[in-house]
């Protein structure tokens, strides 16, 4: 058992002399500043320079080129499908048939031509076509906070070209109008969303319609 | 051997040197290039972070509340967790609050975020959309955000030259960090999942990311991030811990390598929910034994400097040779000296010696091994436990 009375001590009376953390040697100066902490600090933004600002630059100088053929249909989440137009450009979505590995498609999917764009949204909703208008209505209004596209207009009813009835809105914005869509496969909505500039024309275009008209979710949900 | 008492004192000095245990940490150095490059980037992601959090706020109210809340517990238990290993050589509380700060902020809104959405947009363009849905997140995220992470390491060894010493210091530092970025992470994805029912039944939307996201975040990014900083440290090298190459860019490269096959492990699964499982399971396993094995490696250091500190009291006969053992030894050790007692009261006081002993060791190491009043009355509060007399305070 230690006798704690033993203790002997040879140990130095007060704590050595350390210079503050803030104290810079006068041969490590430059600027006032360390030049111990020059390198490892521009290392750091060197590397904050190529995530933010090269690598968005290299993005924006590669060009997209993923035009629809005629007979492409695009498939999202929940087997909810629609036929694009041809001659425009995918932006982002997959085409049916072609899914990822997984078998799970996206829950969204864009396609543009010029300065019009077209985006087709899906996921679980349990309520109407008008129920679901009113919920997409609210949810773009809190998230705008009245600086987007806001909905002018009363709702209309708009069907399918497989007699599936949804509701129908216009919306304008500063530059932009257009129109958004939504319809409920049972436990499943989908929201579509036409926008382009306002000088192209009140009503929407043909191919838009077209294309809301081609929605619709085919056999069970893939799980 | 060293055995003189001078010897011992001298090594004592060495270690507490090498160690930087007990030294205070200021964050405010404006003559440190770093504390300006800290301040700017994790400024801008946190404007990032709450302006995006204040435009949802309105829309996701009810899920931002839940997430927020949620990921605050779940980090208070990490933070407790991880501030517990490291009961060696200890870093300062204020370092960790440093490090958690730029895993959250910095490394996720000024890098990660916009080299992943810019590195995604590149794969689709080039490789086409399937191939980005595969395989883009499992080859963007190991590099943007294990790099932005760990670059952090640079900047806090800048700012705190005296005390990130060892190998461990970079692995306890790390583990901060990926806390940080988890928590961060984890609520921009439940904000995220809030809007996946138009913004409808928010909470149903998102408990279940938020529970998935918890579960799964115990072999995430603080596990990543705490790897790759020891290897970090081993790479440059530091006073206490030599260069050793080789090792630095293994342990770089494998949370790397977990963190992509994480990411890919629903396309390596295919459409088998089975093989996904095992797979999930699997990759988790394999990431502990790893950090585990990690966590072995680097603490030997931190054990030796308790040795080297304690040696001095145990030569002085203010704690005994097992005593020593236990209190530079690992979990194991601990627990075999307080099983050791012939009843639980023997045993409960071994606890309390050993506690008290540790508290001894902390003042020596803040007095940097002088005999000054706090270490003298740390000495006294061992040996009255010792005795077993109630305390006068």
């Known amino acids: 058992m230690p006798d704690p009375g033993a203790e002997v001590s040879s140990a130095a009376s007060a704590p050595r002399f350390e210079p503050d953390e803030g104290w810079v040697p006068a041969d490590e100066r430059l600027f006032g500043l360390d030049r111990r902490t020059l390198r490892p600090t521009l290392a750091v933004f060197a590397l904050v320079f190529i995530m933010s600002v090269v690598l968005p630059v290299i993005n924006a100088a590669v060009p997209y080129h993923d035009i629809v053929r005629a007979g492409d249909v695009m498939e999202l989440e929940g087997n909810v499908t629609f036929v694009p137009e041809a001659g425009w450009g995918i932006t982002s979505g997959l085409r049916e048939g072609h899914g990822p590995i997984s078998g799970q498609y996206p829950a969204a999917a864009t396609i543009e031509h010029g300065a019009l764009k077209f985006t087709v949204r899906t996921g679980p909703f349990h309520g109407d076509a008008g129920q679901l208008l009113d919920q997409i209505e609210a949810t773009t209004d809190a998230l705008d906070q009245g600086r987007g596209v806001h909905i002018t207009g009363a709702p209309a009813t708009i069907v399918t070209a497989a007699g599936k009835e949804g509701a129908t809105v216009r919306v ?52 | 051997m060293t055995t003189t008492l001078p010897e011992l004192d001298r090594a ?4 507490l040197d090498l160690s930087g245990w007990g030294r205070r940490f200021v964050f405010y150095q404006p003559r440190n290039f770093a504390f300006w490059g800290y301040l700017a980037l994790v400024g ?25 809340t949620s990921f605050a517990i779940y980090a208070a238990l990490f933070w407790w967790f991880t501030d517990r290993i490291d009961h060696y050589a200890k870093l300062p509380h204020k370092l960790m609050v440093v490090a958690f700060v730029w895993g959250g902020f910095a490394a996720t809104g000024t890098m990660a975020a916009n080299a992943n959405d810019a590195i995604l947009a590149i794969y689709g363009k080039t490789f086409g959309q399937v191939w980005a849905l595969n395989w883009g997140a499992g080859l963007a995220a190991p590099f943007t955000e294990e790099l932005a992470k760990g670059s952090g390491l640079l900047l806090l060894i800048a700012l705190a030259q005296r005390h990130i010493r060892t190998a461990f210091d970079g692995f306890i530092l790390g583990a901060f960090i990926g806390l940080g970025f988890q928590i961060v992470e984890d609520i921009l994805y439940a904000m995220t999942s809030a809007g996946t029912q138009f913004g409808a039944n928010q909470i149903g939307a998102s408990v279940g ?5 918890m579960l799964t975040g115990v072999a995430a990014h603080i596990l990543y991030s705490a790897i790759f900083c020891a290897g970090v440290i081993y790479l440059f090298g530091r006073p206490a811990e030599p260069r050793r190459i080789g090792r630095g860019l293994l342990l770089i490269a494998i949370p790397m390598l977990l963190h992509g096959i994480w990411d890919s492990v629903a396309t390596i699964a295919g459409q088998n929910a089975l093989t996904l499982i095992g797979l999930l399971i699997g990759t988790i396993v394999v990431a502990l034994i790893i950090v585990a094995r990690v ?14 500190v304690m040696a001095p009291e145990q030569a002085r006969n203010v704690i005994s040779p097992i005593e020593l053992d236990a209190m530079a030894g690992n979990r194991k050790a601990r627990k075999a000296y307080r099983k050791a007692g012939r009843n639980r009261q023997e045993r409960r006081r071994a606890r309390y010696i050993l506690d008290a002993a540790y508290a001894l060791a902390d003042e020596l190491a803040a007095a940097r091994g002088a005999d000054i009043d706090r270490v003298r009355f740390a000495r006294s509060e061992v040996a009255r436990i010792r005795a077993g007399l109630p305390s006068p305070w």
């Open chain 2, 295 to 308: 966590y072995q490696l680097t603490v030997a250091r931190e054990r030796d400097f308790v040795r080297d």
């Open chain 2, 209 to 213: 990311t938020i529970i998935l996201r």
């Open chain 1, 172 to 223: 304008t914005g500063p530059h932009t109008g257009g129109l958004i869509a939504a319809f409920v496969f049972g436990d499943r909505g989908v929201e579509a969303v036409a926008t382009g500039p306002t000088d192209a024309g009140a009503e929407p275009s043909a191919a838009v319609l077209r294309m809301i008209g081609s929605i619709s979710q085919s056999g069970q949900e893939k799980r």
């Open chain 2, 44 to 68: 801008i992601g946190v404007l990032n972070f709450f302006s995006t959090l204040a435009r949802e706020y309105n829309a996701y109210g009810e899920a931002i509340g839940l997430a927020v």
């Open chain 2, 12 to 15: 004592r000095d060495v270690a």
